[in-house]
């Protein structure tokens, strides 16, 4: 049981490096317009008013810019996330 605990985490670990590796191999051998891609992502503010309701307002969409990858590169998040996240909720007051 001891050399479980021992080497679940490490090859855990590794796994991972592996999977992250492979996927910025993957990424570099894309070529330049097949490596990220641009989604529209709408904007909504919320703000409490004096009787503790929630308002909504729509702000202007944007344009998210994002990374064909199964991790985040460069400062970018997966495609495949922003993709399920298009509405970006922020708290005005």
Known sequence: MKRI?????PGLLGIAGLAYGFDSAALALKS????Y?????DQVYTDTNKWNE?????GDP???RCVNALFPHAGL???????RHTMNITDAG
């Open 5 to 9: 605990i021992k080497w679940v985490p």
């Open 77 to 83: 998040r997966p495609c495949w996330y922003v993709a």
């Open 32 to 35: 330049d317009p097949q490596r």
């Open 62 to 64: 944007v344009t998210e």
């Open 37 to 41: 891609r641009d989604i529209r992502v």
């Open 54 to 58: 929630v308002e909504y307002s729509r």
